[in-house]
């Protein structure tokens, strides 16, 4: 008799945020800039890479204090 267990393994869906580009505003050196979120494999090495001070700041705690917001895009009325 044969007894084998077989697991099928898949991999947790990420949360949905929106495509694009996000305008962020760096904690550490309080400059504004544009930048793609950068995925990583969990939430917490989801997040932006500061131009100017090269700072990684997690999407989730940036999203708390209000410093990233998806790009506007420039619209013409």
Request: aromatic share 6%.
């Amino acid at each position: 008799m044969c007894t084998a267990s077989v697991a099928i393994l898949q991999g947790m869906a990420q949360p949905s945020k929106a495509d694009g580009p996000y305008e962020v505003v760096c904690p550490h050196c309080n400059k504004q800039f544009e930048a793609q979120l950068l995925s990583g494999g969990s939430d917490r090495h989801q997040g932006f890479k500061c131009p100017h001070c090269r700072l990684f700041i997690a999407y989730a705690r940036a999203e708390e204090q209000d410093r990233v917001e998806p790009h506007q895009s420039s619209q013409q009325s």
